[in-house]
């Protein structure tokens, strides 16, 4: 392989890792890259894991045997199995060497090892009708974060020193790609995390809000938004300091962390000051009120504040038509407010008071008539 081929290699690895969109995408376009880059008929990437002790498999590309799955759930392996492992990621840099790809052959023996040895990764050669493969470990901020493997059929030319020298640059692109990807999502986690509670903030809520009533008018999927204030909180930043005020928030977002845990793949946000909320797509509504149920009763027991108000709206409810987040977001919040003035310890529903239902009026009524020396503004996105 030419000089002018390998750097048009490397060159295509390195834009289709720039090129992905998602942490899945990011590995796809690192093994196929670094498979066709080799001249390979498979490649795989792993992660080492060094708390269990395994490589895991993230991804398989090119012709995959029957056991290997594209994105695998569960292909792990012992770090025992390879003593390459221990060989050039702790020995070799320990004395001062850099990290270094080797190939293995489904021939085996490896060179130097001890008579009748055969390696786990000679043996998944041949079960796998492989002739060889290149191993290239994948460093990131200066630790072992795992590995590049690329495997060409029996027959096939076997990899050579050459190939193993190609191998440790790609690997090399493939950890710039993942540190940049890695840096990527936590600049994305932090724009869309809330820094005191560690649930998701505002910003997350209009998102996920957003394509939750956009697939509800597509398919009818059932959207609830439980919208909840915690009582008190003024007072306690007033007489004991705003450091146990934080302690307060702190504890509520735990236990609507936990009540949200009632709700497969429900959203638990902060959105802002004393205001939290609850977003569900496809729970039944009935559930979601257990759930703000619980989270109110749960509430009330912190030793901190004076419980919450709670309010709730769903889909599946009688609150007419939802054609946009902003109208979900009022009938919530009204609910939320009502639930306030009632100081009640239990959340109130939108659109389960009858055909009046004063909920519904004051969310649907406009701007200008609605409550406003006590009332928090309605939010007002389009």
Same mark, same amino acid.
């Given at each position: 392989?030419? @000089?002018?081929?390998?750097?048009?290699?490397?060159v295509?690895?390195?834009?289709?890792?720039?090129?992905?969109?998602?942490?899945?995408?990011?590995?796809?376009?690192?093994a196929?890259?670094?498979?066709r880059?080799?001249?390979?008929?498979?490649?795989?990437?792993?992660?080492? @894991?060094r708390?269990?002790?395994?490589?895991?498999?993230?991804?398989?590309?090119? =012709?995959?045997?029957?056991?290997?799955?594209?994105?695998?759930?569960?292909?792990?392996y012992?770090?025992? *199995?390879?003593?390459e492992i221990?060989?050039?990621l702790?020995?070799?840099?320990a004395?001062?060497?850099?990290?270094?790809?080797w190939?293995?052959?489904?021939?085996?023996?490896?060179?130097?090892?001890?008579?009748?040895y055969?390696h786990?990764r000679v043996?998944?050669?041949?079960?796998?009708?492989?002739?060889?493969?290149?191993v290239?470990?994948?460093?990131?901020?200066?630790?072992?974060?795992?590995?590049?493997?690329?495997?060409r059929?029996?027959?096939?030319?076997?990899?050579?020193?050459?190939?193993?020298?190609?191998?440790?640059?790609?690997?090399?692109?493939?950890?710039?790609?993942?540190? *940049?990807?890695?840096r990527?999502?936590?600049?994305?986690?932090?724009?869309?995390?809330?820094?005191l509670?560690?649930l998701?903030?505002?910003?997350?809520?209009?998102?996920?809000?957003?394509?939750?009533?956009?697939?509800h008018?597509r398919d009818?999927?059932?959207?609830?938004?439980?919208? $909840?204030?915690?009582?008190?909180?003024?007072r306690?930043?007033?007489?004991?300091?705003?450091?146990?005020?934080?302690?307060?928030? =702190?504890?509520?977002?735990?236990?609507?962390?936990? $009540?949200?845990?009632m709700?497969?793949?429900?959203?638990?946000?902060?959105?802002?000051?004393?205001e939290?909320?609850?977003?569900?797509?496809?729970?039944?509504?009935?559930?979601v009120?257990?759930?703000?149920?619980?989270?109110?009763?749960r509430?009330?027991?912190?030793?901190?504040?004076?419980?919450?108000?709670?309010?709730?709206?769903?889909?599946e409810?009688?609150?007419?038509?939802?054609?946009?987040?902003?109208?979900l977001?009022?009938l919530?919040d009204?609910?939320q407010? *009502?639930?306030?003035?009632?100081?009640?310890?239990?959340p109130?529903?939108?659109?389960?008071?009858?055909?009046?239902?004063?909920?519904?009026?004051?969310?649907?009524?406009?701007?200008?008539?609605?409550?406003?020396?006590?009332?928090?503004?309605f939010?007002g996105?389009?």
């Open positions: 392989m030419g @000089e002018d081929s390998r750097l048009a290699g490397v295509a690895l390195a834009q289709g890792m720039a090129a992905a969109h998602s942490s899945r995408e990011v590995w796809w376009a690192a196929s890259g670094a498979y880059a080799l001249g390979g008929s498979f490649a795989a990437l792993s992660v080492w @894991e708390e269990l002790g395994r490589l895991r498999v993230l991804v398989n590309v090119g =012709e995959r045997a029957e056991d290997e799955e594209e994105f695998p759930d569960a292909e792990a012992p770090v025992h *199995q390879f003593a221990t060989e050039f702790h020995e070799r840099w004395g001062g060497g850099e990290p270094d790809a190939v293995e052959t489904a021939e085996g023996p490896a060179a130097g090892r001890r008579p009748g055969v786990q043996a998944a050669l041949r079960r796998r009708g492989r002739g060889c493969c290149v290239a470990p994948i460093v990131l901020h200066g630790r072992a974060w795992g590995e590049l493997y690329v495997a059929p029996v027959g096939a030319p076997v990899f050579d020193r050459e190939d193993a020298d190609f191998a440790t640059v790609l690997a090399s692109v493939v950890a710039a790609g993942i540190a *940049q990807t890695e990527l999502e936590e600049v994305r986690r932090l724009a869309f995390t809330d820094a509670t560690g998701a903030n505002r910003r997350a809520v209009d998102s996920r809000l957003d394509e939750a009533v956009e697939r008018r009818g999927a059932v959207v609830s938004l439980v919208v $909840c204030d915690i009582n008190g909180l003024k306690v930043n007033d007489t004991r300091g705003h450091a146990v005020g934080d302690r307060l928030l =702190e504890r509520f977002g735990s236990v609507l962390s936990l $009540c949200g845990a709700l497969p793949g429900a959203l638990a946000a902060r959105l802002g000051g004393d939290f909320c609850l977003l569900t797509v496809g729970p039944a509504a009935d559930d009120v257990k759930a703000a149920d619980e989270l109110c009763r509430a009330a027991e912190l030793e901190l504040g004076e419980g919450v108000a709670c309010g709730v709206a769903s889909t409810d009688p609150i007419g038509p939802v054609h946009s987040a902003r109208r977001f009022r919530a009204a609910a407010y *009502q639930a306030k003035a009632e100081r009640s310890l239990r109130v529903v939108a659109g389960r008071a009858g055909p009046d239902d004063p909920v519904v009026r004051l969310a649907d009524e406009p701007a200008a008539e609605q409550p406003s020396a006590e009332r928090r503004r939010r996105r389009g």
